[in-house]
């Protein structure tokens, strides 16, 4: 019997991720708070203080470093355990992709 540790579980993703903390506010129903655990061009992973159902469609806020105010972010919840989140952004605008890979640059990438 083949060991399980020789079989890789990685999911492929479309874009890199990188470890980032960051403050989050996730705007839906409600305004909820967290902190983010990576970010990609194509999205982010947080933990959120809430319950918000997969498929929904959100407004993401949150300052990267070194920019001049708040990025805005429309996103889709693509994974919900517990308290984490995956987001998939929506339609980035190419600003928005650039000041994330700025930010990324020597960043440590994600597990």
């Not at 399980?4 to 909820?32: G, Y």
């Not at 970010?39 to 933990?47: L, V």
């Not at 806020?61 to 805005?72: D, R, S, Y």
Request: include cysteine; hydrophobic fraction near 40%.
């Amino acid at each position: 019997m083949a060991n399980m540790q020789e079989h890789s579980w990685a999911i492929q993703r479309a874009h890199p991720r990188f470890l980032i903390d960051l403050r989050l506010m996730v705007r839906w129903e409600e305004t909820l708070h967290g902190r983010t655990r990576d970010i990609s061009e194509g999205g982010m992973a947080a933990t959120v203080a809430g319950d918000i159902k997969i498929d929904e469609f959100v407004e993401l806020v949150f300052q990267l470093p070194e920019t001049a105010g708040p990025l805005k972010m429309l996103a889709e919840v693509r994974y919900h355990q517990g308290f984490q989140y995956g987001f998939r952004f929506i339609n980035p605008n190419e600003q928005q992709v650039g000041l994330i890979r700025r930010c990324v640059e020597g960043l440590p990438p994600a597990p």
